[in-house]
Protein backbone atom coordinates (compact mmCIF):
# COMPACT_ATOMS: atom_id res chain seq x y z
CA UNK A 1 0.00 0.00 0.00
CA UNK A 2 2.86 2.01 0.99
CA UNK A 3 4.55 1.85 -2.22
CA UNK A 4 1.37 2.58 -4.31
CA UNK A 5 0.30 6.01 -2.30
CA UNK A 6 2.25 8.26 -3.80
CA UNK A 7 0.89 7.37 -7.68
CA UNK A 8 -1.98 9.80 -7.30
CA UNK A 9 -0.25 12.46 -6.88
CA UNK A 10 2.26 11.52 -9.67
CA UNK A 11 -1.08 11.25 -11.88
CA UNK A 12 -2.22 14.36 -11.01
CA UNK A 13 0.88 16.47 -11.70
CA UNK A 14 0.86 14.24 -15.26
CA UNK A 15 -2.59 15.77 -15.74
CA UNK A 16 -1.35 18.99 -14.73
CA UNK A 17 1.96 18.83 -17.31
CA UNK A 18 -0.40 17.77 -20.05
CA UNK A 19 -3.04 20.24 -19.65
CA UNK A 20 -0.19 22.93 -20.34
CA UNK A 21 0.49 23.97 -23.81
CA UNK A 22 3.74 22.39 -24.68
CA UNK A 23 6.58 24.84 -24.36
CA UNK A 24 8.39 26.48 -27.01
CA UNK A 25 11.59 28.53 -27.07
CA UNK A 26 10.05 31.38 -26.70
CA UNK A 27 8.46 30.56 -23.10
CA UNK A 28 12.13 29.20 -22.36
CA UNK A 29 13.63 32.67 -22.91
CA UNK A 30 10.71 34.76 -20.80
CA UNK A 31 12.06 32.97 -17.78
CA UNK A 32 14.26 34.69 -15.44
CA UNK A 33 15.64 38.28 -13.90
CA UNK A 34 15.92 40.22 -17.10
CA UNK A 35 14.99 40.97 -20.51
CA UNK A 36 18.35 40.70 -22.05
CA UNK A 37 17.76 36.77 -22.17
CA UNK A 38 16.23 37.22 -25.15
CA UNK A 39 18.93 37.44 -27.14
CA UNK A 40 21.35 34.81 -25.62
CA UNK A 41 20.23 31.56 -27.39
CA UNK A 42 20.91 32.77 -30.89
CA UNK A 43 23.96 32.30 -32.35
CA UNK A 44 23.19 34.49 -35.59
CA UNK A 45 23.20 37.51 -32.69
CA UNK A 46 26.33 37.47 -31.30
CA UNK A 47 28.17 36.97 -34.84
CA UNK A 48 26.32 39.42 -35.66
CA UNK A 49 27.07 41.84 -33.03
CA UNK A 50 31.19 40.28 -33.16
CA UNK A 51 31.29 41.26 -37.04
CA UNK A 52 30.05 44.76 -36.09
CA UNK A 53 32.46 45.55 -33.57
CA UNK A 54 35.02 44.11 -36.49
CA UNK A 55 34.16 46.97 -38.90
CA UNK A 56 33.81 49.55 -35.94
CA UNK A 57 37.72 48.68 -35.75
CA UNK A 58 38.17 48.31 -39.34
CA UNK A 59 36.66 51.60 -40.43
CA UNK A 60 39.01 53.41 -37.38
CA UNK A 61 42.18 50.96 -38.69
CA UNK A 62 41.30 52.30 -42.40
CA UNK A 63 40.93 56.14 -41.70
CA UNK A 64 44.30 55.87 -39.85
CA UNK A 65 46.30 53.93 -42.65
CA UNK A 66 44.88 56.74 -44.93
CA UNK A 67 45.82 59.12 -43.00
CA UNK A 68 49.54 58.13 -43.22
CA UNK A 69 49.70 57.16 -46.61
CA UNK A 70 52.10 59.73 -48.16
CA UNK A 71 53.70 61.26 -44.70
CA UNK B 1 22.92 83.76 -73.41
CA UNK B 2 22.64 84.18 -69.69
CA UNK B 3 24.40 80.56 -68.31
CA UNK B 4 23.54 81.48 -64.45
CA UNK B 5 19.81 81.31 -62.74
CA UNK B 6 20.38 82.25 -59.29
CA UNK B 7 23.36 81.61 -58.74
CA UNK B 8 23.52 78.17 -60.15
CA UNK B 9 25.07 77.16 -63.88
CA UNK B 10 22.03 76.52 -66.12
CA UNK B 11 23.23 72.85 -66.44
CA UNK B 12 23.59 72.08 -62.84
CA UNK B 13 20.23 73.54 -62.20
CA UNK B 14 19.10 71.27 -65.11
CA UNK B 15 20.24 67.78 -63.46
CA UNK B 16 19.25 69.02 -60.23
CA UNK B 17 15.05 69.99 -61.52
CA UNK B 18 15.55 66.56 -63.11
CA UNK B 19 16.87 64.39 -60.13
CA UNK B 20 14.01 66.06 -58.00
CA UNK B 21 11.37 65.31 -60.51
CA UNK B 22 12.67 61.28 -60.30
CA UNK B 23 12.96 61.58 -56.87
CA UNK B 24 8.86 62.99 -56.62
CA UNK B 25 7.89 60.86 -59.17
CA UNK B 26 8.72 57.56 -57.37
CA UNK B 27 7.88 58.53 -54.32
CA UNK B 28 4.18 59.79 -55.40
CA UNK B 29 4.20 56.06 -57.05
CA UNK B 30 4.19 54.41 -54.04
CA UNK B 31 0.81 56.12 -52.37
CA UNK B 32 -1.05 53.02 -54.76
CA UNK B 33 0.18 50.59 -52.25
CA UNK B 34 -0.66 52.67 -49.24
CA UNK B 35 -4.27 51.39 -48.08
CA UNK B 36 -4.25 51.60 -44.44
CA UNK B 37 -2.57 53.01 -41.33
CA UNK B 38 0.34 50.28 -41.16
CA UNK B 39 0.75 50.58 -45.00
CA UNK B 40 1.68 54.07 -44.05
CA UNK B 41 3.39 54.02 -41.11
CA UNK B 42 5.48 50.71 -41.28
CA UNK B 43 5.08 50.23 -45.04
CA UNK B 44 3.26 46.41 -44.74
CA UNK B 45 6.90 45.32 -43.48
CA UNK B 46 7.38 43.98 -46.76
CA UNK B 47 11.16 44.91 -47.53
CA UNK B 48 14.38 43.16 -47.96
CA UNK B 49 18.21 43.90 -46.98
CA UNK B 50 18.73 46.20 -49.43
CA UNK B 51 16.12 48.72 -49.04
CA UNK B 52 16.61 48.24 -45.42
CA UNK B 53 20.04 49.22 -45.38
CA UNK B 54 19.52 52.49 -47.49
CA UNK B 55 16.26 53.44 -45.37
CA UNK B 56 18.47 53.49 -42.43
CA UNK B 57 21.17 55.16 -44.18
CA UNK B 58 19.03 57.70 -45.73
CA UNK B 59 17.03 58.61 -42.72
CA UNK B 60 20.13 58.41 -40.42
CA UNK B 61 22.51 61.03 -42.94
CA UNK B 62 21.81 65.31 -43.71
CA UNK B 63 23.72 67.53 -44.86
CA UNK B 64 24.15 69.24 -42.07
CA UNK B 65 26.21 66.18 -41.21
CA UNK B 66 28.50 66.54 -43.66
CA UNK B 67 29.23 70.14 -43.32
CA UNK B 68 29.84 69.98 -39.28
CA UNK B 69 32.67 67.06 -40.15
CA UNK B 70 34.14 68.57 -43.16
CA UNK B 71 34.12 72.36 -40.91
CA UNK B 72 35.40 70.54 -37.71
CA UNK B 73 38.60 68.75 -39.65
CA UNK B 74 39.25 72.23 -41.14
CA UNK B 75 39.75 73.79 -38.12
CA UNK B 76 40.78 70.80 -35.73
CA UNK B 77 42.36 68.10 -38.14
CA UNK B 78 41.36 64.46 -39.02
CA UNK B 79 40.36 64.53 -34.91
CA UNK B 80 37.01 66.35 -36.01
CA UNK B 81 35.30 63.49 -38.00
CA UNK B 82 34.25 62.41 -34.12
CA UNK B 83 31.56 65.40 -34.82
CA UNK B 84 29.58 62.89 -36.02
CA UNK B 85 31.75 58.95 -34.99
CA UNK B 86 30.60 60.21 -31.24
CA UNK B 87 28.03 57.49 -32.66
CA UNK B 88 30.34 54.77 -34.03
CA UNK B 89 30.73 52.90 -30.48
CA UNK B 90 26.78 52.26 -30.33
CA UNK B 91 26.04 51.13 -33.98
CA UNK B 92 27.08 47.53 -33.25
CA UNK B 93 24.54 47.56 -30.60
CA UNK B 94 22.22 48.43 -33.40
CA UNK B 95 22.43 45.03 -34.37
CA UNK B 96 20.63 43.60 -30.72
CA UNK B 97 18.16 46.46 -30.86
CA UNK B 98 16.39 46.16 -34.07
CA UNK B 99 14.78 42.44 -33.46
CA UNK B 100 13.44 43.63 -30.60
CA UNK B 101 11.44 46.28 -32.41
CA UNK B 102 10.61 43.76 -35.11
CA UNK B 103 8.94 41.16 -32.86
CA UNK B 104 7.09 43.53 -30.63
CA UNK B 105 4.89 43.78 -34.03
CA UNK B 106 3.91 47.65 -32.89
CA UNK B 107 3.58 50.62 -35.51
CA UNK B 108 4.84 52.94 -32.76
CA UNK B 109 7.09 52.87 -29.97
CA UNK B 110 4.37 54.24 -27.81
CA UNK B 111 2.43 51.14 -28.34
CA UNK B 112 5.64 49.93 -26.77
CA UNK B 113 5.34 52.38 -23.52
CA UNK B 114 1.55 51.27 -23.32
CA UNK B 115 1.73 47.89 -23.25
CA UNK B 116 4.59 47.33 -21.05
CA UNK B 117 3.81 50.40 -18.40
CA UNK B 118 0.42 52.33 -19.11
CA UNK B 119 -1.54 54.25 -21.15
CA UNK B 120 -0.24 57.63 -19.40
CA UNK B 121 3.86 56.57 -20.00
CA UNK B 122 2.50 56.21 -23.97
CA UNK B 123 0.94 59.70 -23.78
CA UNK B 124 3.75 61.08 -22.28
CA UNK B 125 5.95 59.62 -25.06
CA UNK B 126 4.05 60.91 -27.69
CA UNK B 127 4.73 64.56 -26.70
CA UNK B 128 8.43 63.66 -26.25
CA UNK B 129 8.37 62.24 -29.83
CA UNK B 130 6.68 65.02 -31.22
CA UNK B 131 8.96 67.59 -29.56
CA UNK B 132 12.12 65.62 -30.39
CA UNK B 133 11.27 65.21 -34.03
CA UNK B 134 10.26 68.86 -35.00
CA UNK B 135 13.54 70.21 -33.13
CA UNK B 136 15.49 67.33 -35.22
CA UNK B 137 13.45 68.20 -38.20
CA UNK B 138 14.25 72.12 -37.95
CA UNK B 139 17.59 71.50 -37.41
CA UNK B 140 17.69 70.16 -40.74
CA UNK B 141 15.46 72.48 -42.76
CA UNK B 142 17.33 75.27 -41.06
CA UNK B 143 21.25 73.58 -42.09
CA UNK B 144 20.05 72.96 -45.22
CA UNK B 145 18.31 76.34 -46.55
CA UNK B 146 21.92 77.49 -45.21
CA UNK B 147 23.81 75.36 -47.86
CA UNK B 148 21.35 76.31 -50.37
CA UNK B 149 21.94 79.97 -49.73
CA UNK B 150 25.56 79.99 -49.73
CA UNK B 151 25.95 77.53 -52.85
CA UNK B 152 23.86 80.20 -54.73
CA UNK B 153 25.88 83.05 -53.74
CA UNK B 154 22.97 84.47 -51.82
CA UNK B 155 20.40 85.18 -54.50
CA UNK B 156 18.14 82.20 -53.00
CA UNK B 157 17.56 83.30 -49.04
CA UNK B 158 17.23 80.62 -46.84
CA UNK B 159 13.24 80.90 -46.70
CA UNK B 160 12.80 80.49 -50.20
CA UNK B 161 14.93 77.43 -49.89
CA UNK B 162 13.06 75.61 -47.16
CA UNK B 163 9.86 76.24 -48.45
CA UNK B 164 10.87 74.50 -52.16
CA UNK B 165 12.25 71.25 -49.94
CA UNK B 166 9.20 71.24 -47.31
CA UNK B 167 7.42 71.56 -50.89
CA UNK B 168 8.88 68.49 -52.57
CA UNK B 169 9.17 66.08 -49.54
CA UNK B 170 5.37 66.30 -48.16
CA UNK B 171 4.10 66.13 -51.80
CA UNK B 172 5.37 62.52 -51.94
CA UNK B 173 5.94 61.39 -48.12
CA UNK B 174 1.90 62.54 -47.35
CA UNK B 175 0.86 60.36 -50.01
CA UNK B 176 3.18 57.77 -49.90
CA UNK B 177 4.02 57.52 -46.32
CA UNK B 178 6.88 55.08 -45.92
CA UNK B 179 6.61 52.96 -48.88
CA UNK B 180 7.66 56.08 -50.58
CA UNK B 181 10.29 57.32 -47.73
CA UNK B 182 11.85 53.59 -48.55
CA UNK B 183 12.13 53.94 -51.96
CA UNK B 184 13.33 57.33 -52.26
CA UNK B 185 15.80 56.43 -49.81
CA UNK B 186 17.29 53.61 -52.40
CA UNK B 187 17.49 56.09 -55.11
CA UNK B 188 19.16 58.89 -52.82
CA UNK B 189 21.26 56.66 -50.51
CA UNK B 190 23.19 55.59 -54.00
CA UNK B 191 24.23 59.24 -54.80
CA UNK B 192 24.84 60.32 -51.11
CA UNK B 193 27.58 57.51 -51.27
CA UNK B 194 28.89 58.23 -54.76
CA UNK B 195 29.13 61.67 -54.42
CA UNK B 196 30.45 62.19 -50.65
CA UNK B 197 33.57 59.81 -52.41
CA UNK B 198 33.56 61.55 -56.16
CA UNK B 199 35.49 64.75 -54.59
CA UNK B 200 38.22 62.90 -53.06
CA UNK B 201 39.72 62.09 -56.20
CA UNK B 202 39.67 65.21 -57.94
CA UNK B 203 40.89 66.96 -54.69
CA UNK B 204 44.11 64.78 -54.63
CA UNK B 205 45.02 65.73 -58.20
CA UNK B 206 44.49 69.24 -57.33
CA UNK B 207 46.71 69.12 -53.86
CA UNK B 208 49.81 66.47 -55.85
CA UNK B 209 48.37 63.36 -53.63
CA UNK B 210 48.57 62.60 -50.27
CA UNK B 211 52.56 63.05 -49.58
CA UNK B 212 51.36 66.37 -51.56
CA UNK B 213 48.57 67.00 -49.18
CA UNK B 214 51.49 65.81 -46.19
CA UNK B 215 54.06 68.24 -47.79
CA UNK B 216 51.70 71.50 -47.60
CA UNK B 217 50.00 71.29 -44.44
CA UNK B 218 53.02 70.57 -42.73
CA UNK B 219 54.57 73.77 -44.63
CA UNK B 220 51.67 75.55 -42.33
CA UNK B 221 53.51 74.84 -38.89
CA UNK B 222 49.79 74.46 -37.72
CA UNK B 223 49.43 74.11 -33.83
CA UNK B 224 47.51 70.80 -34.40
CA UNK B 225 48.24 67.47 -35.60
CA UNK B 226 46.22 67.91 -38.47
CA UNK B 227 46.32 64.32 -39.29
CA UNK B 228 46.06 62.71 -36.00
CA UNK B 229 42.45 61.20 -34.79
CA UNK B 230 43.54 61.61 -31.07
CA UNK B 231 41.51 64.34 -29.55
CA UNK B 232 42.64 68.04 -29.88
CA UNK B 233 40.94 69.04 -27.06
CA UNK B 234 38.01 69.66 -27.81
CA UNK B 235 36.94 65.83 -28.05
CA UNK B 236 38.24 64.51 -24.99
CA UNK B 237 38.07 61.09 -24.42
CA UNK B 238 35.33 61.14 -21.26
CA UNK B 239 33.37 62.85 -23.95
CA UNK B 240 33.56 60.44 -26.66
CA UNK B 241 32.48 58.02 -24.03
CA UNK B 242 29.52 59.97 -22.55
CA UNK B 243 28.17 61.04 -25.93
CA UNK B 244 28.32 56.78 -26.67
CA UNK B 245 26.62 56.19 -24.01
CA UNK B 246 23.95 58.55 -24.48
CA UNK B 247 23.35 57.76 -27.92
CA UNK B 248 22.59 54.23 -26.59
CA UNK B 249 20.06 55.66 -24.60
CA UNK B 250 18.13 57.52 -26.88
CA UNK B 251 18.33 55.61 -29.72
CA UNK B 252 15.38 53.75 -28.64
CA UNK B 253 13.85 56.84 -27.72
CA UNK B 254 13.74 58.29 -31.47
CA UNK B 255 10.15 57.65 -32.76
CA UNK B 256 11.81 56.83 -36.25
CA UNK B 257 14.03 53.65 -35.05
CA UNK B 258 10.85 51.97 -35.01
CA UNK B 259 10.69 52.40 -38.77
CA UNK B 260 14.50 51.65 -39.73
CA UNK B 261 13.90 48.21 -37.54
CA UNK B 262 10.31 46.91 -37.92
CA UNK B 263 9.77 47.81 -41.55
CA UNK B 264 11.58 44.49 -42.63
CA UNK B 265 10.10 41.16 -43.86
CA UNK B 266 11.65 39.95 -40.85
CA UNK B 267 13.87 40.90 -37.88
CA UNK B 268 16.95 39.83 -39.88
CA UNK B 269 16.55 42.21 -42.31
CA UNK B 270 16.30 45.21 -39.93
CA UNK B 271 18.88 44.21 -37.83
CA UNK B 272 21.28 44.11 -41.24
CA UNK B 273 19.56 47.23 -42.82
CA UNK B 274 19.60 49.38 -39.51
CA UNK B 275 23.10 48.10 -38.60
CA UNK B 276 24.91 48.13 -42.00
CA UNK B 277 22.94 50.46 -43.07
CA UNK B 278 24.21 53.14 -40.24
CA UNK B 279 27.86 51.85 -41.09
CA UNK B 280 27.63 53.29 -44.99
CA UNK B 281 26.98 55.96 -42.91
CA UNK B 282 30.23 56.46 -40.71
CA UNK B 283 32.31 55.65 -44.02
CA UNK B 284 30.74 58.40 -46.01
CA UNK B 285 32.09 60.66 -42.53
CA UNK B 286 35.74 59.52 -43.19
CA UNK B 287 35.60 61.28 -47.30
CA UNK B 288 33.74 64.32 -45.25
CA UNK B 289 36.80 64.74 -43.10
CA UNK B 290 39.33 64.31 -45.44
CA UNK B 291 37.21 66.69 -48.42
CA UNK B 292 37.80 69.40 -44.97
CA UNK B 293 41.59 68.45 -45.03
CA UNK B 294 41.92 68.94 -48.72
CA UNK B 295 39.90 72.62 -47.95
CA UNK B 296 42.58 73.24 -45.56
CA UNK B 297 45.07 73.74 -48.32
CA UNK B 298 42.64 74.92 -51.49
CA UNK B 299 40.81 77.53 -49.48
CA UNK B 300 42.96 79.17 -46.85
CA UNK B 301 40.96 82.41 -47.97
CA UNK B 302 37.82 80.54 -45.78
CA UNK B 303 39.65 80.42 -42.49
CA UNK B 304 37.44 82.06 -40.20
CA UNK B 305 34.52 80.07 -41.62
CA UNK B 306 35.13 76.53 -41.34
CA UNK B 307 31.89 75.46 -41.96
CA UNK B 308 32.12 76.76 -45.59
CA UNK B 309 34.87 74.11 -46.46
CA UNK B 310 32.35 71.32 -47.33
CA UNK B 311 29.81 73.83 -49.58
CA UNK B 312 32.86 75.52 -50.95
CA UNK B 313 34.52 72.29 -52.64
CA UNK B 314 31.51 71.57 -54.19
CA UNK B 315 31.39 74.31 -55.51
CA UNK B 316 35.43 74.85 -56.96
CA UNK B 317 35.80 71.10 -57.60
CA UNK B 318 32.90 69.26 -58.72
CA UNK B 319 32.74 69.59 -62.94
CA UNK B 320 29.82 71.37 -64.63
CA UNK B 321 26.53 68.79 -63.97
CA UNK B 322 28.04 67.37 -60.96
CA UNK B 323 27.60 70.60 -58.84
CA UNK B 324 23.87 70.10 -59.32
CA UNK B 325 24.10 66.21 -58.42
CA UNK B 326 25.73 67.15 -55.66
CA UNK B 327 23.41 69.93 -54.47
CA UNK B 328 20.11 67.67 -55.63
CA UNK B 329 21.99 64.67 -53.69
CA UNK B 330 22.19 66.74 -50.41
CA UNK B 331 18.91 68.10 -51.07
CA UNK B 332 17.37 64.67 -51.17
CA UNK B 333 19.26 63.66 -47.87
CA UNK B 334 17.32 65.91 -46.17
CA UNK B 335 14.55 65.30 -47.71
CA UNK B 336 14.45 61.73 -46.94
CA UNK B 337 15.50 62.31 -43.31
CA UNK B 338 12.69 64.60 -43.12
CA UNK B 339 9.87 62.28 -44.50
CA UNK B 340 10.52 59.61 -41.96
CA UNK B 341 10.73 62.14 -39.37
CA UNK B 342 7.15 63.20 -40.35
CA UNK B 343 5.53 59.96 -41.10
CA UNK B 344 6.61 59.23 -36.94
CA UNK B 345 5.37 61.87 -35.74
CA UNK B 346 1.81 61.77 -37.52
CA UNK B 347 1.50 58.62 -36.47
CA UNK B 348 2.70 58.83 -32.71
CA UNK B 349 -0.25 61.08 -32.67
CA UNK B 350 -2.72 59.20 -35.21
CA UNK B 351 -2.06 55.74 -33.95
CA UNK B 352 -1.18 56.71 -29.84
CA UNK B 353 -4.02 59.54 -28.97
CA UNK B 354 -6.55 59.86 -32.22
CA UNK B 355 -7.17 56.52 -32.59
CA UNK B 356 -6.91 55.39 -29.10
CA UNK B 357 -8.40 57.96 -27.05
CA UNK B 358 -10.29 59.92 -29.15
CA UNK B 359 -12.35 58.99 -32.20
CA UNK B 360 -12.29 55.25 -31.96
CA UNK B 361 -13.85 52.23 -34.10
CA UNK B 362 -13.59 54.08 -37.87
CA UNK B 363 -12.15 52.61 -41.14
CA UNK B 364 -9.06 52.88 -42.27
CA UNK B 365 -9.85 55.57 -45.13
CA UNK B 366 -10.92 57.76 -42.21
CA UNK B 367 -7.49 57.06 -40.03
CA UNK B 368 -5.41 57.91 -43.18
CA UNK B 369 -7.02 61.01 -43.81
CA UNK B 370 -6.20 62.17 -40.55
CA UNK B 371 -2.81 60.89 -40.45
CA UNK B 372 -1.67 62.63 -43.82
CA UNK B 373 -3.37 66.24 -42.33
CA UNK B 374 -1.27 65.44 -39.29
CA UNK B 375 1.46 65.18 -41.32
CA UNK B 376 1.21 68.06 -42.41
CA UNK B 377 0.91 70.20 -39.19
CA UNK B 378 4.06 68.16 -37.92
CA UNK B 379 6.05 69.66 -41.07
CA UNK B 380 4.85 72.99 -39.79
CA UNK B 381 6.12 72.71 -36.58
CA UNK B 382 9.25 71.56 -38.06
CA UNK B 383 9.44 74.52 -39.60
CA UNK B 384 8.44 76.93 -36.78
CA UNK B 385 11.66 75.31 -34.97
CA UNK B 386 13.54 76.34 -38.22
CA UNK B 387 13.10 79.54 -38.14
CA UNK B 388 13.80 79.53 -34.81
CA UNK B 389 16.88 78.40 -33.96
CA UNK B 390 19.92 80.20 -34.68
CA UNK B 391 22.79 77.42 -33.84
CA UNK B 392 22.63 74.30 -35.48
CA UNK B 393 24.68 72.88 -32.69
CA UNK B 394 22.85 73.40 -29.83
CA UNK B 395 19.74 72.38 -31.47
CA UNK B 396 21.07 69.10 -32.61
CA UNK B 397 22.16 68.63 -28.91
CA UNK B 398 18.72 69.50 -27.30
CA UNK B 399 17.35 66.50 -29.80
CA UNK B 400 20.12 64.16 -28.32
CA UNK B 401 19.65 64.73 -24.67
CA UNK B 402 15.64 65.18 -24.89
CA UNK B 403 15.61 61.87 -26.58
CA UNK B 404 17.27 59.96 -23.53
CA UNK B 405 15.34 61.60 -20.98
CA UNK B 406 12.32 59.12 -22.06
CA UNK B 407 14.94 56.48 -23.36
CA UNK B 408 15.74 55.44 -20.21
CA UNK B 409 12.37 53.81 -18.75
CA UNK B 410 12.25 51.72 -22.31
CA UNK B 411 15.65 50.17 -21.67
CA UNK B 412 14.52 49.36 -18.06
CA UNK B 413 11.31 48.51 -19.29
CA UNK B 414 13.36 45.97 -21.56
CA UNK B 415 15.81 44.63 -19.67
CA UNK B 416 14.71 44.28 -16.10
CA UNK B 417 11.63 42.51 -15.86
CA UNK B 418 10.31 44.16 -12.31
CA UNK B 419 10.72 47.91 -14.07
CA UNK B 420 7.12 49.23 -13.54
CA UNK B 421 5.07 52.07 -14.58
CA UNK B 422 6.11 54.16 -11.65
CA UNK B 423 9.51 53.43 -12.05
CA UNK B 424 9.36 54.12 -15.31
CA UNK B 425 7.40 57.72 -14.55
CA UNK B 426 10.02 58.48 -11.92
CA UNK B 427 12.29 58.05 -14.54
CA UNK B 428 12.03 59.93 -16.81
CA UNK B 429 10.69 63.11 -14.44
CA UNK B 430 13.86 62.78 -12.28
CA UNK B 431 15.98 62.60 -15.67
CA UNK B 432 14.26 65.50 -17.09
CA UNK B 433 14.60 67.66 -13.62
CA UNK B 434 18.50 67.04 -13.39
CA UNK B 435 18.76 67.82 -17.29
CA UNK B 436 16.82 71.12 -16.66
CA UNK B 437 19.12 71.55 -13.48
CA UNK B 438 22.35 70.87 -15.20
CA UNK B 439 22.53 71.77 -18.57
CA UNK B 440 22.56 76.01 -17.85
CA UNK B 441 22.99 77.93 -14.91
CA UNK B 442 19.60 79.33 -13.65
CA UNK B 443 21.43 81.40 -10.78
CA UNK B 444 19.28 79.26 -8.13
CA UNK B 445 21.08 76.54 -7.77
CA UNK B 446 24.55 76.29 -7.88
CA UNK B 447 26.16 74.60 -11.25
CA UNK B 448 28.68 71.48 -10.76
CA UNK B 449 32.06 72.30 -10.95
CA UNK B 450 32.32 71.27 -14.71
CA UNK B 451 36.08 72.52 -16.22
CA UNK B 452 37.39 75.11 -13.42
CA UNK B 453 36.45 73.04 -10.03
CA UNK B 454 37.43 69.89 -8.62
CA UNK B 455 35.67 67.74 -11.96
CA UNK B 456 37.78 69.07 -13.93
CA UNK B 457 40.80 66.63 -14.14
CA UNK B 458 42.17 64.73 -17.06
CA UNK B 459 40.77 63.48 -18.95
CA UNK B 460 37.51 65.17 -17.58
CA UNK B 461 39.37 68.75 -19.21
CA UNK B 462 38.26 71.10 -22.59
CA UNK B 463 34.92 70.01 -23.41
CA UNK B 464 33.44 68.61 -20.77
CA UNK B 465 30.73 70.57 -19.51
CA UNK B 466 28.72 68.87 -21.63
CA UNK B 467 29.98 65.46 -20.76
CA UNK B 468 29.16 65.95 -16.83
CA UNK B 469 25.30 66.82 -17.58
CA UNK B 470 24.93 63.48 -19.81
CA UNK B 471 26.13 61.59 -16.04
CA UNK B 472 24.10 63.66 -14.46
CA UNK B 473 20.80 63.01 -15.73
CA UNK B 474 21.30 59.57 -16.78
CA UNK B 475 22.67 58.25 -13.55
CA UNK B 476 19.74 60.19 -11.85
CA UNK B 477 17.36 58.47 -14.12
CA UNK B 478 18.53 55.56 -14.02
CA UNK B 479 18.70 55.42 -9.81
CA UNK B 480 15.45 56.59 -9.96
CA UNK B 481 13.76 54.40 -11.97
CA UNK B 482 15.21 51.27 -9.89
CA UNK B 483 14.20 53.01 -6.27
CA UNK B 484 10.64 53.65 -7.20
CA UNK B 485 9.89 50.24 -8.93
CA UNK B 486 11.74 48.35 -5.93
CA UNK B 487 9.28 50.79 -3.35
CA UNK B 488 5.92 50.27 -5.65
CA UNK B 489 3.74 47.47 -6.71
CA UNK B 490 4.57 45.47 -9.59
CA UNK B 491 2.89 44.89 -12.63
CA UNK B 492 0.45 42.23 -13.42
CA UNK B 493 2.50 38.93 -13.96
CA UNK B 494 0.40 38.25 -17.15
CA UNK B 495 0.89 41.59 -18.51
CA UNK B 496 4.67 40.82 -18.03
CA UNK B 497 4.66 37.43 -19.44
CA UNK B 498 2.67 38.34 -22.61
CA UNK B 499 5.31 41.30 -23.28
CA UNK B 500 8.24 39.12 -23.06
CA UNK B 501 6.49 36.16 -24.93
CA UNK B 502 6.04 38.77 -27.38
CA UNK B 503 9.97 40.07 -28.03
CA UNK B 504 11.17 36.69 -27.40
CA UNK B 505 8.87 34.88 -30.07
CA UNK B 506 10.70 35.32 -33.66
CA UNK B 507 8.83 36.79 -36.62
CA UNK B 508 7.19 34.05 -38.78
CA UNK B 509 5.77 32.23 -35.37
CA UNK B 510 2.84 34.38 -34.90
CA UNK B 511 0.47 31.55 -34.58
CA UNK B 512 1.94 30.49 -31.18
CA UNK B 513 0.94 34.08 -29.73
CA UNK B 514 -2.25 33.74 -30.70
CA UNK B 515 -2.45 30.49 -29.14
CA UNK B 516 -1.52 32.31 -26.29
CA UNK B 517 -4.13 34.86 -26.14
CA UNK B 518 -1.72 37.70 -27.33
CA UNK B 519 -2.69 40.23 -29.95
CA UNK B 520 -0.70 41.26 -32.76
CA UNK B 521 -1.00 44.82 -33.81
CA UNK B 522 0.30 44.89 -37.18
CA UNK B 523 1.83 41.35 -38.91
CA UNK B 524 2.64 42.80 -42.56
CA UNK B 525 2.54 41.36 -45.31
CA UNK B 526 6.46 39.89 -45.54
CA UNK B 527 5.97 38.79 -48.70
Redesign the interface.
Known sequence: MADQEPKPVDDAAAARESAR?PL????E??R????????APQR??WL??IL??I??LA??W???I?????? | MQRYVYGIHIVDLITLVIFQAVIVYFGFRAHRQVHSMGDYIIGRRRFGKLFMIMHAFGTGTHTDQAVIVAGQTYAHG?SG?WAQWLW??C??F???IA??FR?MRYLTTADYFRERFHGSMEVAFVVMGVLVLTVDMGVMLLGQGKIIHSVTGGQVPIATAIFIMVALFLFYGVSGGLIAAIVTDFIQGFFIVVMSFVMIPIALVKVG??????AKIDALNLDVDM???ASSGKYTLFYIAMIALNALVNIVAQPHTMGNCAAGKTE?EG?VGF??GT?IK??CT?WW??TGLFAVILYPKIADHPELAFGTCVQELLPLGLTGLMLASMMAAMMSSCDSLMIAMSALFTQNVYQRYLVKDRDQGHYLLVIRIVSVFAVVFGLAWAFYFRDLFHGLELFWKLSALIGISFWL?????RTNRYGAWAAFLVASIVFIGTSKDWGWIPLPPYTDGALAFWPFTVGSAAAWSYVFYLAAGFLAGIVVTLITPPEPAEKI?KF??L????VG?ED?LR??GIEIQHEGDRH
Open positions: PTVADKTGFCGWSVFQTGFAWCVIILTKLAQIGS | LILFTPYWLPIRGFSGLHFSLYRCFFRVVAFGLLWRQFTISTPREAK
